[in-house]
């Protein structure tokens, strides 16, 4: 698997893509810290990116990299190698590599500009973290959908459209849901939603991290109370978890099923 | 030689009246107390470099308190410390601290009850319940005074400055920090609050209840509970005030409720969680004030009729207006909003387009408190922007016709 692993990590560590998602990490991180010189704010802004942009290109480029390699997978299919191995192989070489050009194209501008220095570097680390979590969550999905369609058309579809659905349809549906039964008390059931989609789940994450929190109000008490302690940021932290294991657990099954 | 005697003693009494006398450790009057006692009305007090252990000091003549260098007055906190029944009273330069905390009484540090032009400078007042109280008082000074109090909870903690029932006091460059509220009115009129420093305080920078007629200018609320509250009161005069950094879940710079005819002008609001929290005000102006950074820039939780808004600036703010009704008789015109999008063909400095300052979100949020966890999620963009292009849901009438397309510099 490890070798697998590495052969995936360098041919993308390699090619032009990788590349062009670092450099645009890095002008976005230099320009949005060229523009407001103050750490906090950018990260403010920098959540909007990443809570938005890293599931889509997790999402693009894991359907993409299957589709592309999907020759070299079959050869290596022939070889005695476990399946497992080879698609999990695959697997953490494009999440890895993609997690990597986040984290240096984020990382280098912010240390540049005296990261070490603000008191925003627990903030920024919370959002690199969420940022690599979500690029691994949404690169298994895309494996998994990959997996399951032959059709590249229709991977791609599937793919942007299980983008779609949590980045956008999931919001509408939950603000529909809380507008329907406004009468009830909601707290519970919007913390309970937030929980079941990665995207929420990290914006909620970071946004209680900052002081815009103070915005939320009562309803924010209630998440504050959640996730503020040790046991809310350890289930949640979980469940973030869980949405990168459980496709995984997919794909491993669909894998070892599958007819090549 | 009868009339001599008499002119002898009219003399000798007149230069008596205006004597004065001195308090120190080794002097002839060792304690504040028996100074008092031995004084005559108009005298002179000096009470030299120390500490004196008193409280309950009675001052019932027309005095002159002056301390050299700032003695300490310790109450000990047995209770309260200086009490002022007599006119023309002046405290200067004391330093009093140890005032005794009650739940039944309001113990204060200086206490004027039922005096008029009564003049407390210069003092440094610490470890407090209530600092400054004016009771029944009218046409005094309250200037240069240092208060910081340790105040944790609401409910143990009493006031800076606190005035009931007085009229005609300026209330000038004191630095109060740490108490409930910083200055209290309660049906005080006519007062004067002036570039006062408020900070830290548990409650409120500045509060009045049922006071009219009050102005305050060149004040600055920092970091307070809340900055200032005005409440059932009319024709108050805000100018030039800066409320910055009340920032916390139920935090405002400025919460306005049954406020009628007032004007709040060249004002800066910066960073508070609610800029100004208005509930049934009506026929307020506001003009060139400078609302930056903050959650919401105005609150409106409805009943406000025919307030102004004009020349403001609204700079990065989470929300401009959240506005409860769909019916709107406030008047929002020539405002600088750093959210505007349109553009000057004709280039005179106004937008060919008004600007709409409630979004659907703020709409939603005030229907749905709940909905505000979606807070900067693609979807809420998404519903803001098509709701800007054709308003459905927010107020038709509630926007700004001329908006500014630069920012107003106010002097």
């Known amino acids: 698997m490890f070798k697998i692993l590495k052969y995936s990590f360098y041919d993308l560590v390699r090619s032009r893509w990788s590349y062009v998602y670092l450099l645009f990490y890095l002008l976005l991180g230099f320009a949005l810290l060229f523009l407001n010189e103050n750490i906090s704010k950018a990260v403010i802004t920098l959540m909007n990116v990443i809570t938005i942009l890293v599931p889509l290109i997790g999402t693009i480029f894991g359907v993409m990299y299957f589709y592309n390699s999907k020759e070299f997978t079959e050869l290596l299919l022939a070889l005695p190698i476990p399946r497992r191995s080879i698609f999990l192989g695959q697997y953490f070489g494009v999440a890895i590599s993609l997690s990597l050009s986040l984290i240096l194209g984020l990382g280098i501008p912010f240390l540049f500009y005296g990261l070490f220095q603000s008191d925003s570097i627990v903030d920024f680390l919370l959002l690199l973290i969420t940022g690599s979590m979500l690029t691994f969550i949404f690169t298994a999905i895309a494996f998994y959908i990959g997996l399951s369609n032959e059709n590249k058309i229709k991977g791609f579809g599937y793919a942007i459209l299980f983008w779609l659905f949590m980045a956008v349809i999931y919001d509408g549906i939950f603000l529909i849901s809380l507008i329907v039964f406004e009468e009830y008390p909601l707290d519970n059931l919007s913390l309970f939603a937030t929980l079941f989609n990665p995207i929420d789940l990290s914006r909620v994450l970071i946004l209680l991290k900052l002081d815009i929190a103070a915005l939320l109000g009562y309803t924010g008490a209630v998440f504050q109370k959640f996730f503020g302690n040790f046991s809310g940021l350890i289930v949640s932290f979980f469940t973030l978890f869980l949405w990168i294991i459980i496709p995984l657990f997919l794909v491993k099954r669909k894998a070892s099923k599958k007819d090549f | 030689m009868v009339l001599r005697v008499l002119l002898i003693l009219l003399i000798s009494t007149q230069i008596v009246s205006a004597s004065s006398i001195t308090v120190c450790k080794n002097c002839r009057y060792k304690n504040v107390k028996d100074?008092?006692?031995?004084?005559?009305?108009?005298?002179?007090?000096?009470?030299?470099?120390?500490?004196?252990?008193?409280?309950?000091?009675?001052?019932?003549?027309?005095?002159?308190?002056?301390?050299?260098?700032?003695?300490?007055?310790?109450?000990?906190?047995?209770?309260?410390?200086?009490?002022?029944?007599?006119?023309?009273?002046?405290?200067?330069?004391?330093?009093?601290?140890?005032?005794?905390?009650?739940?039944?009484?309001?113990?204060?540090?200086?206490?004027?009850?039922?005096?008029?032009?009564?003049?407390?400078?210069?003092?440094?007042?610490?470890?407090?319940?209530?600092?400054?109280?004016?009771?029944?008082?009218?046409?005094?000074?309250?200037?240069?005074?240092?208060?910081?109090?340790?105040?944790?909870?609401?409910?143990?903690?009493?006031?800076?400055?606190?005035?009931?029932?007085?009229?005609?006091?300026?209330?000038?460059?004191?630095?109060?920090?740490?108490?409930?509220?910083?200055?209290?009115?309660?049906?005080?009129?006519?007062?004067?609050?002036?570039?006062?420093?408020?900070?830290?305080?548990?409650?409120?920078?500045?509060?009045?209840?049922?006071?009219?007629?009050?102005?305050?200018?060149?004040?600055?609320?920092?970091?307070?509970?809340?900055?200032?509250?005005?409440?059932?009161?009319?024709?108050?005069?805000?100018?030039?005030?800066?409320?910055?950094?009340?920032?916390?879940?139920?935090?405002?710079?400025?919460?306005?409720?049954?406020?009628?005819?007032?004007?709040?002008?060249?004002?800066?609001?910066?960073?508070?969680?609610?800029?100004?929290?208005?509930?049934?005000?009506?026929?307020?102006?506001?003009?060139?004030?400078?609302?930056?950074?903050?959650?919401?820039?105005?609150?409106?939780?409805?009943?406000?009729?025919?307030?102004?808004?004009?020349?403001?600036?609204?700079?990065?703010?989470?929300?401009?207006?959240?506005?409860?009704?769909?019916?709107?008789?406030?008047?929002?015109?020539?405002?600088?909003?750093?959210?505007?999008?349109?553009?000057?063909?004709?280039?005179?400095?106004?937008?060919?387009?008004?600007?709409?300052?409630?979004?659907?979100?703020?709409?939603?949020?005030?229907?749905?408190?709940?909905?505000?966890?979606?807070?900067?999620?693609?979807?809420?963009?998404?519903?803001?922007?098509?709701?800007?292009?054709?308003?459905?849901?927010?107020?038709?009438?509630?926007?700004?016709?001329?908006?500014?397309?630069?920012?107003?510099?106010?002097?």
Not at chain 2, 132 to 147: M, P, R, V
């Open chain 2, 35 to 411: 100074a008092l006692a031995a004084s005559q009305q108009n005298d002179t007090i000096f009470i030299q470099k120390g500490v004196y252990k008193e409280h309950e000091i009675l001052i019932d003549k027309s005095l002159t308190i002056i301390g050299v260098d700032h003695p300490v007055i310790d109450g000990e906190n047995k209770g309260e410390i200086i009490k002022i029944v007599a006119d023309g009273v002046t405290l200067d330069g004391l330093f009093i601290k140890n005032v005794g905390r009650s739940y039944t009484k309001d113990n204060a540090a200086v206490r004027v009850t039922q005096s008029s032009s009564f003049l407390l400078q210069n003092l440094i007042l610490e470890n407090l319940f209530f600092g400054i109280y004016i009771e029944k008082s009218h046409h005094g000074k309250i200037l240069h005074n240092k208060i910081k109090g340790n105040a944790v909870e609401e409910y143990n903690s009493g006031n800076g400055i606190q005035l009931w029932y007085s009229e005609s006091v300026d209330i000038e460059n004191n630095s109060i920090s740490q108490v409930r509220d910083g200055i209290y009115l309660e049906f005080a009129t006519h007062c004067t609050i002036r570039n006062n420093v408020s900070f830290k305080n548990i409650r409120y920078g500045l509060h009045f209840m049922f006071s009219n007629n009050d102005t305050y200018e060149n004040n600055t609320f920092d970091n307070n509970g809340a900055g200032v509250a005005v409440m059932f009161s009319k024709e108050i005069l805000m100018r030039k005030n800066k409320f910055i950094n009340n920032w916390g879940a139920a935090s405002y710079g400025l919460l306005l409720k049954e406020i009628n005819d007032s004007e709040i002008t060249q004002n800066i609001f910066q960073k508070n969680t609610i800029g100004i929290n208005i509930e049934g005000s009506n026929r307020v102006t506001y003009q060139g004030n400078d609302f930056i950074a903050n959650g919401w820039a105005v609150k409106s939780r409805g009943a406000c009729y025919t307030n102004q808004f004009l020349n403001n600036n609204f700079i990065q703010n989470s929300f401009d207006l959240s506005y409860n009704s769909k019916l709107n008789d406030n008047l929002f015109e020539n405002n600088y909003w750093s959210d505007y999008t349109g553009y000057d063909l004709d280039k005179d400095g106004t937008g060919d387009i008004p600007y709409r300052p409630v979004k659907l979100f703020t709409y939603i949020t005030n229907r749905t408190p709940e909905a505000i966890i979606l807070l900067r999620s693609l979807f809420i963009d998404m519903i803001n922007f098509s709701e800007k292009v054709s308003p459905i849901f927010t107020p038709e009438n509630l926007e700004d016709k001329n908006p500014r397309m630069k920012m107003i510099h106010h002097d």
